[in-house]
């Protein structure tokens, strides 16, 4: 069935060193790949997406790759801060249908000062 | 800040009673999706409502169910309460076109004594 595997579950980071996040999904339909932040008592709040024509994107700090061919996409986030602590969830979604999200299992990150 | 708003934050209820949670979408949406999110776990897919109805379901049992109205807003309920019932309810937001960006609220805590 559907799935998105996430890695690495929990990652330590020291300020200003970068924090990679991978994701593999299994659903060769899925065309739409967005990165959620979900800090504590708070919903996930969109951070980037990419859509399957496109190799990678970046938005200042944060950038995200995706290969189509091993189904895998990263988080890239450069020069961390402690605001970046957080969960990060992956989600995987068809263009089609429902346009339903099947999430990652999340990686708690922690930038330590 | 999304502009999706929940209600209640939080909810107590004991097994086997009913319960009633609501999501009103961002301005200019006219498709909700709810999901369910378990402590430590990546948010599960329950089901979407476009124009009023369900498009769309995951693997949830009947006993939940919901409703959009022609504001665009919802409702989740759920039967029959179990004590699994117990997480973070989440409703997200988009535009139906082809593949948008799902835009969620702060969720519903609940818990099942």
């Known amino acids: 069935g559907e799935n998105v595997e996430q890695h690495p579950s929990t990652l330590s980071v020291q300020e200003g060193d970068s924090a990679v996040i991978k994701c593999t999904y299994s659903?060769?339909?899925?065309?739409?790949f967005p990165w959620y932040k979900q800090e504590l008592g708070k919903g996930p709040q969109l951070i980037i997406d990419?859509?399957?024509?496109?190799g990678e994107k970046k938005d200042q700090r944060i950038a995200v790759t995706l290969n189509k061919t091993a189904k895998h996409f990263s988080l890239h986030i450069t020069e961390t801060q402690p605001e970046d602590s957080a969960v990060y969830f992956c989600?995987?979604?068809?263009?089609?249908?429902?346009?339903?999200?099947?999430f990652g299992t999340g990686t708690r990150l922690k930038v330590l000062a | 800040e999304t502009g999706v708003t929940q209600s209640p934050t939080h909810l107590i209820k004991t097994r086997g009673q009913q319960v009633t949670l609501r999501c009103s979408s961002q301005s200019g949406h006219n498709t909700v999706s709810w999901y369910q999110q378990a402590l430590g776990q990546g948010p599960q897919f329950i089901f979407q409502y476009y124009r009023e109805e369900e498009n769309g379901r995951g693997n949830f049992p009947p006993r939940f169910s919901g409703l959009q109205f022609p504001n665009y807003s919802s409702e989740l309920n759920v039967n029959a309460l179990e004590l699994d019932d117990s997480a973070l309810y989440l409703c997200?937001?988009?535009?139906?076109?082809?593949?948008?960006?799902?835009?969620f609220g702060p969720g519903t805590r609940l818990l099942v004594l």
């Open positions: 659903d060769s339909a899925s065309n739409y």
């Open positions: 997200a937001s988009s535009f139906r076109t082809q593949q948008e960006t799902q835009y």
């Open positions: 989600a995987a979604s068809r263009g089609s249908g429902t346009y339903k999200y099947i």
């Open positions: 990419i859509r399957s024509n496109v």
